[in-house]
């Protein structure tokens, strides 16, 4: 059995729903915190109440 550990982006855009921007961190994360940590480095975000925000989506404002 193999997996992936990958982030996806929870942004909302008036009218037009989810951004659902998937990226997987380079190496091989265990688990979503070390993936946070490594995409953190390439302007992932993660907000107070839990979703992760792509860097487009954060640049935008849209969170």
Do not use: N
Not at 17 to 44: N, V
Request: hydrophobic share 25%.
């Amino acid at each position: 059995m193999s997996f992936y550990v990958s982030l996806v982006c929870e942004a909302t855009s008036p009218g037009a729903g989810r951004c659902w921007t998937e990226d997987t961190p380079p190496g091989e994360a265990q688990s979503a915190t070390e993936a946070r940590r490594r995409l953190k480095q390439q302007g992932w975000h993660r907000t107070r109440d839990g979703r992760d925000i792509c860097p487009d989506c954060w640049k935008e404002g849209r969170r």
